[in-house]
């Protein structure tokens, strides 16, 4: 007879607290990146070299949406930012913040995460 199953387990970060640890460190809103309501990423060239909106203000550049468009994350789930996703990246501002989370936490370019709210 087989053994009863035994529960597994699954290495991830806390999506949240990566974030919130390279916002602190860089000084930056990654759903904000361009600093339409709030303070601009000022380390990023490609902020500095935004082109306002018609109203005068910075672009809205967040990137929590370019991940909900590729991970589908929900409530509970894990999900894994790809090296791979810059393929499919449009803009510059994306791909410095995908570069900043694979610099600090990636692991053969790639990192497993883990997102709650």
């Not at 370019?66 to 501002?93: K, L, R, V």
Request: proline share 6%; aromatic share 18%; hydrophobic share 30%.
């Amino acid at each position: 007879m087989m053994n009863k199953p035994v529960k597994q387990s699954k290495e991830a970060f806390d999506f949240h607290e990566c974030t919130t640890f390279l916002e602190q460190k860089y000084n930056m809103n990654t759903e904000d990146y361009a600093g339409h309501f709030g303070k601009p990423a000022i380390h990023s060239p490609t902020v500095r070299d935004a082109k306002p909106e018609e109203d005068g203000r910075p672009p809205y550049w967040n990137f929590w949406h370019f991940i909900c468009d590729h991970a589908s994350p929900s409530n509970g789930s894990y999900f894994t930012m790809h090296q791979e996703w810059e393929d499919s990246m449009q803009y510059e501002w994306q791909k410095e913040i995908l570069k900043l989370y694979l610099d600090e936490f990636g692991e053969n370019d790639k990192i497993e995460f883990y997102v709650w709210w």
